[in-house]
């Protein structure tokens, strides 16, 4: 990547913003003294590139606002009113944006963790994945070869479908609030 280029500096702060902690802080335990901390003037600064770039982004879609039926989220998130007919503000299409990227990066990523806990607990159940995988695929278990799976490939990874939903039926990624 061009250490210049937006998808880079947009990465860059996601990646401090929400950041794999390192070490734990008293700070973070006394509410008044966490805003002082180092970690939260990084994230405040990378916080502000974000809004910036996200901004940048939403003026470009502005100017282009395609009519076809490929639209993205942003497009979707640009052609919203409000309950009053009035549109969304850049600062409130931003906020949404970001919920929905935190939110996508955090879920898949504990889902991950606990798909490798399971499978670290369970041999037997990671020794059926792997082999259904392999045969499904077309490689054997110590192939070197790389395969990039395809949907119809997944379609026929029941044992693995049945192993996610159970998964995320153990472990859901968002706790339900009932």
Same mark, same amino acid.
């Given at each position: 990547?061009?250490?210049?280029?937006?998808?880079?500096?947009i990465?860059e702060?996601?990646?401090?913003?929400?950041?794999?902690?390192?070490?734990?802080?008293?700070f973070?335990?006394?509410?008044?003294?966490?805003?002082?901390?180092?970690?939260?003037?990084?994230?405040?600064?990378?916080?502000?590139?974000l809004?910036?770039?996200?901004?940048?982004?939403?003026? $470009? #879609?502005?100017? !282009? %606002?395609?009519?076809?039926?490929?639209? +993205?989220?942003?497009?979707? /998130?640009?052609?919203?009113? @409000? =309950?009053?007919?009035?549109?969304?503000?850049?600062?409130?299409?931003?906020?949404?944006?970001?919920?929905?990227?935190?939110?996508?990066?955090?879920?898949?990523?504990?889902?991950?963790?606990?798909?490798?806990?399971?499978?670290?607990?369970?041999?037997?159940?990671?020794?059926?994945?792997?082999?259904?995988?392999?045969?499904?695929?077309?490689?054997?278990?110590? $192939? #070197?070869?790389? !395969? %990039?799976?395809?949907?119809?490939?997944? +379609?026929?990874?029941?044992? /693995?479908?049945?192993?996610? @939903? =159970?998964?995320?039926?153990?472990?859901?990624?968002?706790?339900?609030?009932?």
């Amino acid at each position: 990547d061009d250490k210049n280029s937006r998808g880079y500096r947009i990465r860059e702060c996601l990646e401090n913003v929400s950041p794999a902690p390192k070490k734990i802080s008293i700070f973070e335990f006394i509410p008044i003294l966490k805003n002082f901390s180092k970690v939260a003037k990084n994230k405040r600064e990378h916080n502000l590139i974000l809004a910036e770039e996200s901004k940048k982004i939403i003026a $470009d #879609k502005e100017n !282009k %606002i395609s009519e076809n039926s490929n639209k +993205d989220l942003l497009d979707i /998130l640009l052609s919203l009113k @409000k =309950e009053d007919g009035t549109p969304f503000t850049k600062d409130e299409i931003v906020d949404h944006c970001k919920t929905f990227m935190f939110a996508g990066q955090d879920s898949t990523s504990t889902a991950c963790s606990w798909a490798l806990y399971v499978l670290s607990t369970k041999p037997d159940v990671d020794e059926k994945l792997s082999r259904e995988v392999c045969e499904v695929m077309g490689v054997g278990p110590h $192939d #070197k070869s790389l !395969k %990039i799976p395809t949907v119809e490939h997944l +379609d026929k990874m029941k044992y /693995l479908n049945c192993f996610v @939903k =159970e998964l995320l039926r153990l472990y859901p990624t968002v706790p339900k609030l009932l």
